[in-house]
């Protein structure tokens, strides 16, 4: 991981192995069409309505901050995504912060746990949530209501969707030793708000994280 240079334009992108092939069989067969904006570089307290030069400064730090360069830690890229919201709402709907779910154990290797996201600023009535998470080779997901959730064509990804709540199941990943990686993320999305979080699920079917 890096830094880029940010007083030109540039686009910096990792490639999945079926990205590459995609784009080595051609141009017309490289489309992309899904993106998502984030923040996750903006430390918001550096806005400085004191700077001597007046509102114009306010957010020069802001401006000249350096960015990421793209790197493919799912536990850390994309943590605050952006979302379009009524610009006359006097206070921004936002998750209370979920702790990681560190599941299991080396003498319960299926283990599951719940939780229920809470929505602050939010409408009236309970919020329903979309989850995803990104690594179903670590854990899967389902509705507290017993709602299956969808898996992407290439089974990597698993989303539920309008669910209060989610049951995280962690898979047996004690007898894989060539297995590196024992943590994934849960992206959570309000339905109605647009409020997003992302809650780290740690595997510990190996004893990892004690």
Known sequence: MGFLDNTSITVDA???????EKLASGEENFKITHYAFADDEIDYELWDTSHPNGS????????????????VDETQVMRYKLFTSDKDKANLAFLESIDALTIGSTSNKN???????????????PEKYSFQILNTDIATIKGIDGTTGEFSTDSRTQTVKGAKGIEVTINDLS??????????VVFVTG?????????TIKNNSKGTFE
């Open 175 to 184: 007898s894989d030793t060539s297995r590196t990686i024992f943590q994934t």
């Open 56 to 71: 114009t400064y306010y957010g020069a730090v802001l401006d000249n901050m350096p960015l990421l360069e793209a790197f």
């Open 191 to 199: 339905i109605t708000t647009g409020a997003t979080r992302v809650v």
């Open 111 to 125: 283990a599951s746990k719940s939780f229920e996201p809470t929505t602050t600023n939010g409408p009236s009535d």
């Open 14 to 20: 990792v490639l999945t192995k079926k990205g590459r």
